[in-house]
Nanobody, 116 residues
Framework: QVQLVESGGGLVQPGGSLRLSCAAS????????MGWYRQAPGKQRERVAT???????NYADSVKGRFAISRDGAKNTVYLQMNSLKPEDTAVYYC??????????WGQGTQVTVSA
């Protein structure tokens, strides 16, 4: 079983930056996908960015060119660097871990608020 602990959310002005971290612990397999979803009030959960154990990345169109996902394999940690933040980026951000044959693990969520 995998546990995920997120950090780095907060309040930022439009145009600002934040970096989210997600530290994984437990039984980490060598082949996996990790990433971030977000959910704004009254909206469905939306996939933001993913990264595989081989380093391949994928982004939602709404964040391409502004967000960057990366990982530190030695620390089992995934990061989401968010730049040029907009009010519509306001949401609770959830980290996840998925590998074949196991249920998806989710973090507790971290609030990101973009407001003047």
């Amino acid at each position: 079983q995998v546990q995920l602990v997120e950090s780095g959310g907060g309040l930022v002005q439009p145009g600002g930056s934040l970096r989210l971290s997600c530290a994984a612990s437990g039984r980490i397999f060598s082949i996996y996908v990790m990433g971030w979803y977000r959910q704004a009030p009254g909206k469905q959960r939306e996939r933001v960015a993913t990264i595989t154990s081989t380093g391949s990345t994928n982004y939602a169109d709404s964040v391409k060119g502004r967000f960057a996902i990366s990982r530190d394999g030695a620390k089992n940690t995934v990061y989401l660097q968010m730049n040029s933040l907009k009010p519509e980026d306001t949401a609770v951000y959830y980290c996840y871990y998925n590998t074949l044959g196991s249920p998806t693990a989710w973090g507790q969520g971290t609030q990101v608020t973009v407001s003047a």
